[in-house]
C-alpha cells in the first residue's frame, strides 16, 4: 500500500511539472525576426499550377515575384545538372531510372507528367543552364545541392554555371543543402555565396544548428518552435521553414507567422503572400 502511494505521488509530481513547464512554454513570446519582411520561395515554381520543377512552373512563380526560385539538382550519369527533386525520374515523369545512372539525352527523352483542371499536362525536364537560360539574372535562386552516391560532384559545374551567367557576384543566388560537406565545398569555391543548412523533419538538432557556422537555418514546420526559433535568432540566423504535408501547409504557415519565421518554402503562393500581406502593408 505504502509503494502504491508513492508511485502515485511520483506521477502526481511528474504531471504537475509537465504542466509548468507546457504553461511556460506557451508564455514564451516570439522574438522579432531577422528579416523586416519574410521571404517567400516558390518551392519547385508553382507545383498548384502545373508540374513542379519544370520551366512552366517557374515561369508561372516569377510573374508571382516571389522572392527566389527554389530548384533542386540532380546531376546525370555524364554529370549534366538537371532540376529534379527525386533520386530517381519514377515519380514525375513518364520514366524510370535512377538520375545518376542514366545520361542527360535519357533523361530528355521523357517527360514530366501531371493533371491541372482536369488537363494533362506533360513538359520535358530541365537543365539549370536551361533555366539560368530562361531567367538569367531577373530571378533569385534558391539552390539545394546534395550528395552524388556520397560524393560531392556537383559543386563545381554549379559554380561553373552561375559564373557562365554572371550569377556569382549579384547576390542572386542562395545554397541549401542537408549535406554539410556539400555546404563547405560550396563555401570553399563561391565564399559570397549565402548557405543554408537543411535538418530533415524529426532531425532538427538546436546545439548543432546555433553551433554551425552557416548563417541560414532550414527545418520543417513540425519541429519549429518558439523556443528554437527564438533561440536561432537569439544567433542572428535566419529561420527558413518548408512544408512536408500539403494537407496541413496553411494550418502549419499560420503558425509560423507567429513564431516570426524568416522565410517559407511555399506550395501556395497566393496563400502565403495572403498570409503575410498584413507584415508587408
Request: no cysteine; hydrophobic share 40%.
Amino acid at each position: 500500500m505504502h509503494k502504491k502511494q508513492i508511485t502515485i505521488s511520483i506521477i502526481m509530481l511528474f504531471l504537475i511539472v509537465a504542466v509548468f513547464w507546457f504553461v511556460e512554454v506557451e508564455n514564451i513570446e516570439a522574438e522579432p525576426g531577422i528579416v523586416e519582411i519574410p521571404k517567400i520561395f516558390a518551392h519547385r515554381g508553382a507545383v498548384d499550377r502545373f508540374n513542379e520543377s519544370t520551366i512552366t512552373s517557374y515561369k508561372i512563380a516569377s510573374g508571382e515575384k516571389v522572392d527566389a526560385l527554389e530548384l533542386d539538382l540532380r546531376m546525370t550519369k555524364d554529370g549534366k545538372l538537371i532540376v529534379m527533386h527525386d533520386e530517381t525520374i519514377d515519380r514525375t515523369t513518364n520514366g524510370s531510372g535512377k538520375v545518376s545512372e542514366i545520361t542527360l539525352k535519357e533523361v530528355k527523352s521523357y517527360e514530366t507528367v501531371g493533371e491541372y483542371n482536369n488537363r494533362a499536362t506533360k513538359e520535358k525536364v530541365p537543365t539549370l543552364e536551361e533555366v539560368f537560360q530562361t531567367f538569367g539574372s531577373s530571378q533569385n535562386y534558391y539552390i539545394e545541392t546534395r550528395l552524388v552516391d556520397g560524393k560531392t560532384l556537383m559543386e563545381e559545374e554549379l559554380v561553373q554555371l552561375l559564373a557562365k551567367y554572371n550569377l556569382l557576384h549579384k547576390k542572386k543566388v542562395a545554397i541549401q543543402s542537408f549535406s554539410e560537406e556539400s555546404l563547405k565545398k560550396m563555401g570553399q569555391l563561391a565564399p559570397q555565396l549565402r548557405l543554408t543548412l537543411l535538418f530533415k523533419r524529426g532531425h532538427f538538432n538546436l546545439d548543432k544548428a546555433l553551433a554551425v557556422d552557416f548563417p541560414v537555418i532550414g527545418l520543417e514546420s513540425s519541429d519549429a518552435t518558439v523556443k528554437t526559433v527564438n533561440a536561432l535568432h537569439s544567433k542572428g540566423k535566419e529561420v527558413h521553414v518548408f512544408f512536408n504535408h500539403a494537407e496541413k501547409m496553411k494550418e502549419q504557415q499560420a503558425k509560423m507567422k507567429e513564431l516570426n519565421v524568416d522565410g517559407y518554402f511555399t506550395d501556395d503562393i497566393s496563400y502565403t503572400k495572403q498570409l503575410l500581406n498584413s507584415i508587408k502593408q
